[in-house]
């Protein structure tokens, strides 16, 4: 997803010194009065407040700096018997995993080897203002055939990602795990496996950018979506009867539609069903698995057959642990279970939710030596688990540990979710990206961010650079997926200054408009 910048007379100014730091001539215009009676001025990536904050990480910090190399450049992937062009990293598909432990200092050197620019963005982190990845809001972005240097620390644990922030890249091979360890987390785990879920367009179907072309021309009519339901702006109130006519139930939590794109396939860890990725275990491992949904715009169904999972984080943060059948996971979200490996052979398999297209799957098996086995549409549908108890976000809780010290907020901010023009256009506050309206806020305030679905899609809705607490006593998610006509409430601490973007991680809603920032002030 890559904002564009305002036109010239409230362009970021770049300005010499520190990387990616940035000047503050007219960023928003004049800055528009808060209801408390004040008024600031925008703090910028490069303001003294945000490095005091990396500062005081690093006081806290481990001390280990772990350095990596990134190269991002056109390469050719095999999925498993499909060969396709594409963009990735180093030329891996999901690409390289970093891993660390909390409090490490993580540097990586990226090399844009693309024929376009790209950042990159580390997807939940709450990480410096000014390594955010976003062009022409936190960075520059980085030109063809040029480089970056990202450093920061990173504060938290959790199952974590990284893709760039421009154009439609996400929905190449540009995408890979950031796995950040905890060094007080006891040993339960017989051991892991990471899962990156995606759907897949590039270099076999329609490219990404055509996609987004005829989304922008054709709107959802031209997908085959619900077209003009969408356009439902200003019916507060009327949630409950939105949410029935876009078919929320508890067979359809997310709705009847589910997506504006059919892809032609979808994988586990680059793989198809045909060729699957292959979880080898033992009978008896207490196995955790770390799911990354990677996908532009499918939300997935998740199950391990003949498996129960144990839900244990979400987005990177722990939760009171929670056994279900199966869970939906949207664009963006991260959840990490706990099985406990049966006997046999077994599909890992994560189906469309509530759009079409063919079902991604990889394989849990204990025969040793054993090698990929097809696994067909059939058996795949076979799967009982996908019918069984389903996760909600009402069962999901943060630990004690990670809750939020409960506190009246000092700043209540609103977003209403809205369509425009057939599709055409994805709003926040009646506004595109271009046109936005920033959400102001002070540093060190208790901030409550109320979002309302006013279309009859759903919306995974991601904020940058910190990790709210989901309604009353909830789970600690960057990433929550607001179904049609909910009215959900985020509850976060500013303590992270800085310019953040918030928006709609379904790559061609956002890229359509549907993206805003969160603005502290001065």
């Known amino acids: 997803m890559s904002p564009q910048l ?12 520190t990387a990616g730091a940035l000047g503050a001539a007219g960023v928003f215009g004049l800055p528009r009065l808060l209801d408390d009676g004040l008024s600031g001025s925008p703090v910028l990536p490069g303001a003294g407040s ?13 001390g280990q700096v772990v350095r990596r190399t990134l190269s991002a450049r056109a390469t050719e992937v095999d999925l498993g018997g499909r060969v396709v062009p594409t963009w990735t990293y180093g030329g891996e598909l999901p690409g390289p995993e970093i891993r660390l432990t909390a409090g490490d200092r993580l540097q990586v050197a990226l090399t844009n080897g693309l024929p376009d620019e790209t950042t990159v963005h580390w997807h939940g982190l709450a990480l410096r203002n000014d390594m955010d990845g976003v062009p022409g809001l936190t960075q520059q972005a980085v030109a063809a ?21 421009v154009g439609t890249q996400l929905d190449t091979g540009l995408y890979a795990p950031l796995i950040v360890e905890d060094p007080d987390e006891q040993g339960r785990y017989t051991d892991e496996v990471v899962l990156v879920l995606d759907d897949w367009t590039d270099g076999w179907g329609d490219s990404p950018a055509d996609l987004l072309a005829r989304l922008a021309a054709e709107g959802m009519s031209g997908m085959g979506g619900m077209g003009d339901m969408g356009g439902m702006g200003g019916m ?13 139930s508890p067979d359809t939590p997310l709705g009847r539609d589910g997506g504006d794109v059919v892809y032609p396939a979808n994988l586990v860890n680059g793989r198809l069903p045909s060729d699957p990725f292959v979880v080898p275990a033992k009978r008896g491992d207490r196995l955790r698995l770390r799911l990354i949904n990677a996908s532009g715009d499918t939300a997935f169904r998740f199950a391990v057959a003949g498996h129960v999972l144990r839900v244990t984080h979400t987005d990177g943060f722990p939760v009171r642990p929670v056994e279900v059948d199966t869970l939906v996971i949207g664009m963006g979200e991260r959840y990490d279970v706990e099985i406990e490996v049966q006997d046999g052979s077994f599909p890992i398999v994560a189906r469309p939710e509530s759009k079409e ?9 204990t025969a040793p030596g054993s090698r990929r086995m097809p696994l067909s549409s059939r058996e795949l549908a076979r799967v009982t688990e996908l019918g069984g108890r389903l996760l909600r976000l009402d069962d999901l ?7 939020l010290e409960r506190r009246t907020p000092d700043r209540e901010l609103s977003m209403s979710l809205e369509m425009g023009d057939g599709g055409r256009e994805w709003l926040i506050n009646g506004r595109t990206y271009e046109d936005r309206e920033p959400l102001e806020l002070r540093q060190g305030e208790r901030v409550r961010l109320e979002m309302v679905n006013n279309t ?7 904020l940058h650079g910190h990790t709210p607490v989901i309604g009353e006593g909830g789970p600690r998610k960057d990433t929550v ?8 409430s985020l509850d976060f601490d500013a303590d992270n200054p800085g310019q953040w973007l918030t928006h709609c991680h379904n790559l061609y809603h956002g890229e359509l408009g549907m993206m805003t920032v969160v603005s502290y002030v001065a």
Do not use: C, I, K
């Not at 055939?145 to 922030?165: E, I, L, N, R």
């Not at 997926?481 to 959900?488: H, I």
């Open 6 to 17: 305002p036109p010239v007379s409230r362009r970021w100014l770049l300005g010499a010194g």
């Open 50 to 62: 945000v490095q005091a904050t990396e500062t005081a990480r690093e006081r806290a910090a481990s």
């Open 145 to 165: 055939g040029a480089s970056f240097d990202y450093d920061f620390v990173v504060p938290h644990p959790g199952t974590y990602w990284f893709h760039p922030h």
């Open 236 to 248: 507060d109130g009327m949630g409950s009867h939105m949410a029935d006519m876009a078919g929320v």
């Open 357 to 365: 297209g063919p079902s991604a799957a990889a394989l849990l098996t």
């Open 397 to 403: 809780a943060a630990t004690e540990a990670v809750a």
């Open 456 to 462: 009859m899609m759903f919306h995974p809705m991601h």
């Open 481 to 488: 997926n607001v179904v049609p006509g909910q009215r959900l």
